[in-house]
């Protein structure tokens, strides 16, 4: 299996991650054979069946572990994988935009967690090291983390010195997490299934066990992602180092994840319509980098990471505080004259610039604020549509990296409109200028 | 102030060619459905209808053209375009990661090709299309090193 000059620091993953990584595929299987079995229970040929697929699945990941082995050079993580079509990956580490521990729950029992480093870029995925033992993990997070930050001294502000102590901005109560789960709209959804079946089940008891069979995809695709949402959330901690944001939380599969400073694009406070009476918010980061869809850990499918679950708005605010330093707050609303073109979201709609920073707020039913550091602008963007152009009205647009987030200011004054895409332009290129001198 | 330029006369040509080719196939298929399907004359008027879209869309494709338009400014590349709903694309050199310049069959056979740029952000989505080739390979040099002059990271 060795091809080429052997180095001396080339590493191999821990012997057991094959097992781990074919985990998930057999408990897959596993519902599938239980399934099966109950249907057609009389067929030997469906068990051995299975049986060869199990062992096919585990022999698979035992020969992918065998080829696969990594090791950090100048600057760069390079990890070699592959039987038949070699593939020998490099991930420049000047390039990293955040970098997680992942710990689901049977590599957690067996002490493995596994690395991703998230690349920046809308072309490079995320470089994964499944599994190392915990400890080890950690010693190459920090020795990676190290060799990212020389590449990106020149983001941190000369004026501010790095914090020497790790200083604990969030913890999250469980009893708010669930009620804010409750509050969500998933949690509404699970919430009138329960009471829909337990009314069925007392008015029609016959017809309940008809409709359950049908509903029980559904329920556990509703029951999964409320797991999923209360394990990424629950007991969350965001602190404070000389690294940058270290986010760490979870219940069965944790997860920690550290942010380097400098490296967040846009952050969006949400406030739910049945949040809002509350007073509660949820806070939510954007980081660049593709993250992958199907990676194993299904939590961190998701686009955002959130820095504040659930928490009050004044919290949530002075948690934007300390990431984006003098954000303002959205206040000067568009002309009374949008109520016609946007007319739900037209109590929400309002903007706000610094020198520094932009932000828009939005949202038909949630209340959706947008800051974006204007350093960190990819492209601007102006439209108009038909209805606009008779009320004389415009949108801007703000892109950053990533998918889907960025500030929008919506139906501004034309005029106003297109002074605004100027003039962000140019702070924009003077933001760019100031935090990476030519 | 900004030197507006726009796209090659020829693609209109393109455009129109295009329409030409879309309104007689689905003349054709149109026609032939409703006539076996009813009558001669439903035929008919279903090639009719088919024929009166393309006109439109013929007045229409000549217009749409005519509001693409692009300046190179000092530091970023604005990109306007659209008829019903205008848009206008900022996008500044040092956040181009790439720039990509395709040309399929039928633009090639007309010497035209459309040029795209990248940035870390999905939803940019600066392109013209319909430059002349050689006008598009001077675009992605200027643009490619400019962008390389300029480049921040992320």
Redesign the interface.
Known sequence: MSTGPVAPQWRRLHPLSPLVRAGRGVTGLLVVFVISFSSRSSDPWNVVGHVVALVALVFLAVVSWLVTRWRIEDGTLRIETGLVRRSSLRYPLTQVQAIDTVRPGFARFLGLSELRLRMGGSTSGSARLAYLTSAHAEQVRDELLALASNGSNAQRPADEPAPLQQRRLVSVSTPQLVASIALSGIGIVAIGLTVAIAVTATLAPNATTAGLSGSVVPLLAIGAGIWRRFNSEYRLSVTEGADGLRLQSGLVATSSEVIPRGRVQAVRMVEPLLWRPLGWARLEVDVAGRQDRRSENRSEGRQLRAVLPVGSRDRALALLDRIIPGAPSPTAPPPKRARFKSPVRFRHLAFARTEDCVVGCGGRVARITSWVPLAKVQSLRWSQGPVQRRLRLGNVYIDTAGRNVGAALRERDETESQHELEQLTQLARAARRRVQPL | MLDWRHPSPRLRALRRLEVAVLTALAGIIAGLTAGFAVRWWAGAAAVAVALVGGAVADLLVGRRVAAWSYAERE??LFVQR?L?????????Y??M?FVDVVAGPLERSFGLATIRL?????????RIPGLPAEEAARLRDRLASLGEA?S???
């Open positions: 530091d970023d659209g019903l709903v205008r848009r206008l694309s900022v996008v500044p040092g956040r990661q990248h940035t870390a952000a999905a939803a940019t989505d600066a300029q921040a990271g992320l």
